[in-house]
């Protein structure tokens, strides 16, 4: 069963960066779209990059230019640069596939438990 550890969040001031880091058991990283994700306050989650297993990946508009995926296969690890960070990234963090794990009889999306980003002064 797969499972999800994110890690490397934190407080930092705008303009800083930060890099998440997405421990993956199970040796789906490079055989999966993996993706981050993130949820703020009252919104709902959503995908903010994307890595496909031939390497291309997909920025939501929001962070496009500012922050890059990438994994590294034999650490069956995903993770999230973040640069030029802004106060509306605050969020907390999750890596998934894409689309997202779905486990037991009622095949609900498991999620890790996340890592938060808070970009304030």
């Known amino acids: 069963q797969v499972q999800l550890v994110e890690s490397g969040g934190g407080l930092v001031q705008p303009g800083g960066s930060l890099r998440l880091s997405c421990g993956v058991s199970?040796?789906?990283?490079?055989?999966?779209?993996m993706a981050w994700y993130r949820q703020a306050p009252g919104q709902q989650r959503e995908l903010v990059a994307r890595?496909?297993?031939?390497?291309?990946?997909n920025y939501a508009d929001s962070v496009k230019g500012r922050f890059i995926i990438s994994r590294d296969s034999a650490k069956n690890t995903v993770r999230l640069q973040m640069n030029s960070l802004k106060p509306e990234d605050t969020a907390a963090y999750y890596c998934?596939?894409?689309?997202?794990?779905?486990?037991?009889?009622?095949?609900?999306?498991?999620w890790g438990q996340g890592t938060q980003v808070t970009v304030s002064s």
């Open positions: 998934n596939t894409d689309p997202p794990v779905r486990v037991g009889v009622s095949r609900s999306i498991y």
């Open positions: 199970g040796r789906i990283v490079s055989i999966s779209n």
């Open positions: 890595l496909r297993p031939d390497g291309t990946t």
